[in-house]
């Protein structure tokens, strides 16, 4: 029986290994973590992440041929192939501070690797990591070898948060990279063989290693690219009097543009996007190619224009001041079937509003109350370490509420701050709203889910990004 190990237990090694388990009946795969918190909820009927669809897959292979455990180094010893799915978080200090990957975490687990295995073995790269990471970690292996065997694959994961579990088990294309060596390309084979199971071949392609590594980075650029260049058309659309959403619609018909990534909103969040542009931009200043880093630059400082300009746009249409004022923040997720926060918009535009003084009552239906105050509390880039390495925040941030549903979040609220476009939201009775909010009452759409003109109609001044100006805003100082 082949058995395969995942060190990490998170976002992408708990949902890819319960597919793999599903299909490959006949493999014995085990998820090891050192946390034994997020190890006890994958065992138990509350899992760590909500995911549509996985708790279903979860159960039926959970205790069969799918494992959760926190002996790591047994698991590791005795498995064929292991997968390595552990956070690269951006360095925080020292060389390449704000942009580099660290790989602490990856070069730990490759050191334990090499200490305890016993026999040959496919060691996959399943984390987002920089190009030419497998050289170091096969570096490392080697020279702590023992006379075992290595070989090194990069298998990236393409899965988009919410619709994970439809990803794997129907995905786009695999992509598996290995040194073209007749040692290399046997392990590339292994590998094609366990997602062979259930993904058609010609959906699972090989390249060099560091193709594919570089592969997964570029993939995210691009997408990332999309969302940032239909952001700044909205700010065009605002000053021209043009609808975004006609543009996209009309720019996407386009076939060799498509109408995928085109929707304008507050900015783009998510564990990857921001982290893998910094760490290309890294790569390519490391490698002189300063333009083509100035380049990918632009993206991220038009996602951090829109956030700002968002904040402004709250702050100027509200007679120059939230001071005081209670804010009803719809939405903390950075998009929505998904309890996932990282990176989410949400953050920045809180941290904006709050700077400006404002009292937030913040709902969202997957994030939990602790969540949204770590996130108000912690430092850039501090999210993506492990949670027991976080650092404690000693106090929620006084200024903020946790509210159980949108109506209480927007009861005595001078405004409606949108800001993850979950479907709960194009339903609501925005009468009762209205209502029950202080005059005149706002309602900014950083997602463009409300209807703009019944909103009007109930007296709502309505802002909606890339649409043409409620006339309230019009006389309103231009936002920077």
Request: with cysteine; net charge neutral.
């Amino acid at each position: 029986m082949v058995k395969i190990c995942c060190i990490g237990a998170g976002y992408v090694g708990g949902p890819t290994m319960a597919v793999i388990a599903l299909n490959c009946p006949s493999i014995e795969v085990v998820v090891v973590d050192i946390s034994v918190t997020r190890i006890s909820a994958w065992n138990s009927d509350q899992l760590p992440i909500y995911e549509p669809g996985l708790n279903e897959v979860v159960k039926q292979c959970k205790g069969r041929n799918l494992f959760f455990s926190t002996d790591i180094e047994k698991h590791v010893s005795e498995a064929d192939i292991i997968f390595v799915s552990v956070n690269t978080p951006t360095k925080t200090r020292g060389l390449g501070a704000g942009k580099a990957a660290d790989l602490a975490y990856w070069e730990s687990a490759a050191r334990m690797i090499a200490d305890v295995s016993k026999s040959n073995k496919i060691v996959v790269e399943k984390s987002t990591v920089p190009v030419k990471t497998a050289e170091a970690i096969e570096r490392i292996l080697t020279h702590n070898s023992k006379g075992i065997k290595y070989q090194i694959l990069s298998n990236p994961e393409f899965l988009a948060e919410g619709t994970a579990i439809q990803d794997l088990f129907k995905p786009d294309r695999v992509l598996i990279g290995g040194r073209e060596t007749p040692d290399g390309l046997k392990a590339i084979q292994a590998l094609k063989d366990v997602y062979a199971h259930w993904v058609p071949e010609d959906r699972i392609i090989t390249t060099n290693l560091w193709s594919a590594e570089l592969s997964k980075l570029a993939a995210n650029a691009f997408l990332a690219q999309r969302i940032s260049s239909v952001n700044a058309m909205s700010a065009l659309c605002e000053a021209t009097g043009a609808d975004v959403s006609q543009v996209s619609h009309a720019v996407g018909k386009d076939s060799r543009i498509g109408p995928k990534f085109l929707n304008a909103s507050v900015g783009f969040g998510g564990s990857c996007f921001q982290k893998d542009i910094l760490n290309l931009v890294y790569i390519c200043e490391c490698n002189g190619l300063a333009e083509v880093a100035n380049y990918w630059k632009q993206v991220i400082k038009v996602n951090d224009y829109q956030k700002n300009r968002f904040v402004n746009r709250v702050v100027s249409s509200m007679f120059n001041t939230v001071s005081g004022k209670k804010i009803g923040i719809m939405g903390f997720a950075f998009k929505k079937d998904t309890g996932d926060t990282r990176e989410t918009p949400a953050i920045d535009v809180c941290k904006g509003l709050l700077g400006d003084k404002a009292r937030l009552s913040i709902y969202d239906p997957q994030v939990t109350a602790d969540q949204i105050q770590r996130d108000l509390t912690m430092n850039k880039f501090d999210w993506d370490h492990p949670i027991h390495l976080q650092p404690m925040s000693p106090t929620g941030v006084k200024q903020v509420s946790i509210a159980w549903d949108a109506y209480e979040a927007s009861k005595d609220a001078h405004a409606l701050c949108i800001l993850t476009e979950w479907d709960e939201f194009k339903t609501l009775d925005y009468r009762r709203i209205f209502d029950n909010m202080q005059k005149p009452a706002f309602v900014f759409d950083g997602r463009n889910v409300v209807n703009v003109e019944m909103l009007r109609d109930i007296g709502f001044i309505v802002y909606s990004i890339g649409k043409p100006l409620d006339p309230w805003l019009k006389n309103m100082p231009a936002v920077a």
